[in-house]
């Protein structure tokens, strides 16, 4: 085989394969395949009378073109994680605040109690994890219900925390710490 022919072989699999990477990044290959593929067929038809130098510069750019694409698309998921991350500890250490100031309050009234929940609120919707915002919204409930038990309030915060944790990267909390928290917290008065 020459090296013409060899050229064109590699040449016409790299370009599927980088097709086919695309397609299934996108998603449009579920529902275009035909027509794609024709195009596809149309665009290979100059690369048969191309020198295999040439193929394989077009196949070099396209796959730094491609590799360049998905770097920079990774960085930009990986720094709106990493602003999203920092967002969700300030909001998820606000709320332990509020829940530590309201066990040692004792049952007093809290200055700006009211405000500083819906800040909360506020930046849990914006920042918060979905699992996070939909255990806080069981738990919110809960709390606002009065014919709710204060054992299930209790375990609907331990998963509240406990989504916060897995946010944070930190992994979720042992069963039974938030009550034991309250317990011992009663216990010093």
Known sequence: ???EKIGNIIGVIFAWLIIIGVLVITGLGVYHFPDILKWFINLLKPLKSLDAVIIVAIIGAVTTFVANLLSKRSDHKFELRKYLAGKRQESYEDFLKIFFDILEANGQEI??????LNQFKQTLLLYG???????????WKA????TVASE???????????EMRRDAGAGGIRKNLISNIIINNSKKD
Do not use: A, C, G, W
């Open 111 to 116: 200055d700006d109690l009211p405000n500083r």
């Open 152 to 162: 299930i309030q209790i375990d609907l915060m331990e998963k509240v925390v406990s």
């Open 129 to 139: 994890s979905k699992r996070t915002y939909k255990s806080f919204v069981k738990y």
């Open 143 to 146: 709390i606002t219900d009065s």
């Open 1 to 3: 085989m020459n090296s």
